[in-house]
Nanobody
């Protein structure tokens, strides 16, 4: 059973940067994704990365500002977030899927972390 633990969320001013981490234990990481959920909204896709790290795909809303990466030796996935905006405020979740491919919907992911809060003040 894979367990995912996110960290790095905090309060930051608009225009600032944060790096989120997602550490895994209990199994090998496959395709990984980051999602976020703002109050009163559905959980939405942010980014995904292939098992090797050679391919990444982003939501339009974060493209050019966020970068997903992974260190398989450390079983850790990262989300570097730059030029943060108040609308980026949400709980951020990492997720892992046992399938191969590019997945942007929550139903494709098998394991989830507990989330980390990111708050961007204006």
């Amino acid at each position: 059973q894979v367990q995912l633990v996110e960290s790095g969320g905090q309060l930051v001013q608009a225009g600032g940067s944060l790096r989120l981490s997602c550490a895994a234990s209990g199994g090998t990481l496959y395709v990984m994704g980051w999602f976020r959920q703002a109050p009163g909204k559905e959980r939405e896709f942010v980014a995904t990365i292939s098992r090797s790290g050679s391919y990444a795909y982003y939501a339009d809303s974060v493209k050019g500002r966020f970068t997903i990466s992974r260190d398989n030796a450390k079983n850790t996935v990262y989300l570097q977030m730059n030029s943060l905006k108040p609308e980026d405020t949400a709980v951020y979740y990492c997720a892992s899927t046992l399938s191969s491919g590019v997945f942007t919907t929550t139903s494709h992911y098998n394991y989830w972390g507990q989330g980390t809060q990111v708050t961007v003040s204006s």
